[in-house]
């Protein structure tokens, strides 16, 4: 797909600033109703979805030209699809789609950003997103005794992830995903230092042919070792190894996981049993890429009926976010005695980014530490003493933005209470 291709979506945009906002059907009274970051954050119209497709359409036919003030939209998006889902709600169009091939070209173009061509730069060298990692891939399992799945077969594979694997403050959360695992009697096994990016990232960032470089190392890796599932505990790669991969016809029959489906399912299974009373009050976070970017690929192929209603034979099914991982994550919560669920407003398809995607967090890290101290807002607003996530990027973003507030609100992942309470 190209830009081009998304011309018609772009051209149906009415200016209507759905794209802003939560449907107004989900307000309840009064409560946070902003959806998109970047909109919420510059306040200019550009800086929306509905902008971004009027963009791509003047764009398409040379318009405007890359500047410095076009650059600075175009990287200022965390790629969260919060503008796509409340469209869908009542339209029948693509946002994300198109802001993603208006990225891709402008990377194609040239018009990169410094920042994230260093960020591919250290993937092309090293196979990650984290620059200047020293540590080896699979220092984080050291002493854990677990199968090496590029020498030994096995069906389960724990894929962990760029973040996790390099920043020592997360090896904790592998290392206790690796004793859940075991604890439910599952017999897996990790690539190790052989582990690279899933690409997920690049994808997001407008470099395309360095993602498609990265899923193909991944799946050629994954069918020699004769793995039927991959378990991540990183919503970026259980995005791109569910939805992208797919997208673009690699995954074929790989099922993935998320750690948090996972573990639902062998406590349903009483594979794991949560038996310890934790006695708190929590929230949970969404992250975009579990939730409503994380809702499986849908392949489509058709053609436009002719005629002024936009019709399609047979007919076009979008995403809309509704079959994301929502309730898994909820479940395992729910399973820990003691343990009370808060929710906030914005919640599920309609939950607010946690500021790190997109590239943000390295283009534009205060913008990233805005985004995540709005969530904190609303987080501390529910009364919860934590607020807990299911992906590494939120977490940290989220730890560095109570830093920086001085709020007095922790951060868990699932797997670290799951832990707690076996």
């Not at 894929?159 to 004793?179: E, F, Q």
Request: net charge positive.
């Amino acid at each position: 797909m190209a830009l081009e291709d998304f011309r018609e979506d772009m051209e149906m945009c009415n200016k209507c600033s759905i794209c802003k906002f939560i449907p107004l059907e989900k307000v309840e009274g009064v409560q946070p109703v902003n959806i998109c970051p970047s909109i919420s954050r510059y306040n200019f119209n550009a800086y929306s979805g509905g902008g971004r497709v009027s963009m791509g359409v003047a764009m398409l036919e040379n318009r405007i030209d890359y500047t410095d003030k076009l650059k600075h939209i175009i990287y200022n998006c965390q790629t969260c699809g919060g503008c796509d889902i409340s469209c869908k709600y009542a339209m029948d169009m693509e946002v994300l789609e198109p802001i993603y091939e208006f990225r891709i070209k402008a990377v194609e173009d040239g018009c990169t950003h410094p920042a994230l061509d260093k960020v591919i730069g250290s993937l092309r060298k090293q196979g990650t997103m984290v620059p200047g990692a020293r540590d080896k891939r699979g220092a984080w399992a050291e002493g854990l005794d677990v199968k090496d799945a590029t020498r030994q077969k096995v069906k389960v594979l724990y894929h962990v992830g760029c973040l996790t694997s390099y920043n020592k403050d997360m090896w904790k959360l592998a290392r206790v995903t690796v004793k859940l695992l075991k604890e439910a009697g599952v017999d897996f096994g990790i690539a190790g230092n052989n582990e690279t990016c899933c690409g997920g990232r690049a994808y997001q960032m407008g470099y395309k042919q360095d993602f498609l470089n990265q899923a193909e190392k991944n799946m050629e890796m994954i069918k020699k070792a004769g793995v039927e599932t991959v378990v991540t505990s990183c919503a970026d790669g259980y995005q791109a190894f569910k939805v992208l991969y797919d997208k673009f016809e690699l995954k074929g029959n790989l099922e993935v996981l998320h750690i948090t489906e996972y573990l639902a399912r062998l406590i349903k299974e009483g594979k794991l049993k949560l038996t310890k009373k934790i006695k708190m009050n929590v929230t949970y976070h969404d992250p975009c890429h579990l939730g409503r970017l994380g809702e499986p690929w849908i392949h489509w192929k058709g053609k436009r009926v002719p005629g002024i209603q936009r019709r399609f034979d047979p007919p076009k099914v979008l995403r809309r976010g509704t079959y994301g991982v929502y309730e898994p994550p909820r479940d395992v919560l729910k399973a820990i005695s003691g343990i009370r669920l808060m929710e906030m407003d914005r919640i599920k398809e309609y939950a607010w980014c946690c500021g790190a995607g997109g590239g943000v967090n390295e283009s534009n890290p205060e913008f990233a530490m805005w985004t995540a101290a709005e969530r904190i807002k609303e987080a501390e607003a529910t009364g919860a003493e934590a607020i807990v996530s299911a992906c590494p990027w939120c977490e940290k973003t989220f730890n560095e933005a109570i830093k920086e507030s001085g709020s007095s609100l922790k951060v868990y992942d699932i797997v670290e209470l799951a832990e707690k309470a076996i």
